[in-house]
């Protein structure tokens, strides 16, 4: 397996050294026209006042079906308002790995007044597993967990991380040094939410995130935590949302964690959390663009559209995404509710953010 190696320090000062391009210039400038206040219904706007050309979401359709892509509902939020929709935006379904994007969201508020600390290590903390850990597996950190560059590669209670029958050696890879996409990481920093604010993950994003929000079609009775507990104790806290609450999140994001004047995210957790930490190498196993931050996938799609510099998303398997876009004030939410029957490839998903923004020129 062709492992991704990244420098967090080096990475992190590279991206903060680069000037801003004039997108991301005009970005603050359209921020200011977004509304101060959200209802609880979206409002719209018009196309002509979009900044993106005529014609652009006209061909969207198009492209989903040549593509044929598993596309069940997309909105497309500018300015704070809906600007285009597509397919059954109300329809609740599954958002896979999209979960550990909400994860971070969740972290912020915790990080910042100390309950959550990144710094301390899995063997700190007590935590273990069926079978045990290895002794450097518990030197692994709370940061390297949401950074993915845990280097345990423990079974994890579900499937979707480390591919089907591909097992990587454990106690080889010192904590920190190498990213690996491995589900365990990412239960086990349920775990240490769990842990550390003696709050329930679901009942936790239902006061901090569901209720400011107002989020239309949320029901906190219908989430569970799942798993082969078998092979791991640290069971999966998926998450199931309709299109346009997606996008709600992704807006939220957008506005630095502000939502109707509360500070419901730290901003300086928005800013870090979508560092590039990870930058994946051009023949990453994965074949993805861009790198990985905390939970989140950083510049996904390139940067050479207007708005690709400073992007980053929630994906999550067969076509579950939440796409920000600061550079063009931008949010897409896009889902696949029919998941493998009939799923949405992310390279074609991530070519059709290209062809939105490159309607922005």
């Known amino acids: 397996m062709k492992k991704v190696i990244g420098c967090a320090t080096c990475l992190c000062a590279a991206l903060l050294a680069d000037g801003e391009s004039v997108v991301q210039g005009d970005a603050k400038q359209v921020a200011a026209q977004a509304p101060a206040t959200y209802g609880a219904e979206w409002g719209t706007i018009p196309e002509d006042q979009t900044g993106i050309k005529p014609g652009t979401f ?16 997309m909105m497309i939020v500018i300015h704070g308002k809906v600007a285009y929709t597509f397919g059954d935006v109300k329809q609740v379904s599954y958002i896979a790995s999209c979960r550990k994007s909400i994860l971070d969201m969740l972290y912020g508020k915790y990080v910042a007044n100390g309950e959550i600390d990144l710094n301390q290590t899995v063997g700190e903390l007590g935590i273990t597993d069926v079978g045990g850990l290895l002794p450097i597996e518990t030197t692994a950190t709370v940061r390297d967990l949401i950074s993915a560059r ?52 679901f009942q936790a994003f239902d006061r901090d995130f569901a209720k400011p929000l107002m989020l239309q079609d949320w029901n906190l009775a219908t989430h569970k935590k799942t798993g082969d507990a078998q092979k791991s104790i640290h069971l999966a806290y998926h998450f199931w949302f309709s299109t346009r609450d997606m996008a709600r999140l992704g807006e939220l994001m957008l506005r630095k964690g502000k939502w109707n004047g509360r500070q419901l995210i730290p901003e300086t957790w928005v800013e870090e959390s979508t560092r590039m930490i990870t930058k994946f190498e051009k023949d990453n196993k994965r074949k993805a663009l861009g790198g990985y931050g905390y939970m989140w996938w950083v510049e996904p799609f390139g940067t050479d559209v207007p708005g690709g510099k400073g992007a980053y998303s929630a994906q999550g398997m067969w076509g579950q995404y939440i796409t920000v876009i600061p550079g063009l004030d931008m949010v897409i939410a896009h889902k696949s509710a029919n998941n493998a029957k009939h799923r949405t490839w992310r390279p074609d998903y991530y070519a059709l953010v290209r062809m939105i923004c490159e309607g922005a020129r």
């Open 150 to 201: 845990s280097g345990v590669y423990h079974d994890a209670s579900n499937p979707g991380g480390i591919p089907e029958g591909e097992v990587l050696e454990r106690g080889k890879t010192k904590p920190g040094t190498e990213w690996v996409y491995n589900n365990w990481d990412f239960n086990v920093a349920g775990t240490v939410f769990e842990k550390k604010t003696k709050q329930d993950i």
């Open 58 to 73: 006209a061909s969207i359709p198009g492209f989903i079906k040549e593509r044929n892509m598993g596309t069940t509902g």
